[in-house]
């Protein structure tokens, strides 16, 4: 039985609607009341485009408490950074399984998101009065690491 692509993919859904939408919008189809073509698959696009801002909002918790593992000396907070990790891993997951046309975003994104982690992470050893581990330019994460559930290893 073929599903429809609304339950297999839902962001490249969203994107052929809008496209099939503006297409009719243009084409002159008429209908018992006006319809806004353009601003319905403006709506329908921004759909997709929520998806997109929560797997990269996921993948950046990800990161960010992947450096703390890995710069910070705190050892009470770690079993609620991994806890974090496993949450967030699960909501990816999630987002994937309704949209996997997200995982070919999922690279670009980690490497976008780096930077920001790498701050925030050496803000809050600031606001806790820590001294990091290591230089976190020194560390480098990938979409492998940001989506195993094994990753990193705990002793």
């Known amino acids: 039985m073929n599903k429809p692509l609304h339950d297999v993919d839902f962001l490249r859904w969203t994107i052929a609607q809008a496209a099939a939408l503006r297409h009719a919008g243009t084409s002159g189809i008429n209908t018992p009341d006006p319809i806004d073509w ?11 485009r929520s998806e997109r801002a929560a797997l990269r909002s996921r993948i950046a ?6 450096f703390k593992l890995a710069l ?6 770690r079993a609620g950074w ?9 909501g990816i997951a999630r987002l994937l399984e309704d949209s996997p ?3 070919r975003e999922i690279t670009a994104m980690v490497a976008d998101e ?7 992470v050496a803000r809050a050893a600031a606001r806790h009065h820590e001294t990091l581990t290591a230089d976190p330019a020194s560390l480098e994460f990938d979409a ?3 989506l195993d559930e094994s990753y990193p290893p705990e002793p």
């Open 38 to 48: 353009e601003s319905v698959a403006e709506e329908i696009e921004s759909l997709g």
């Open 61 to 66: 918790v990800v990161l960010e408490h992947l």
């Open 72 to 77: 910070r000396p705190a050892t009470d907070p």
């Open 82 to 90: 991994l806890d974090t990790l496993d949450a967030q891993r699960a």
């Open 101 to 103: 046309s997200l995982k």
């Open 114 to 120: 780096l930077p920001r982690a790498r701050r925030a």
């Open 144 to 146: 492998h690491q940001v």
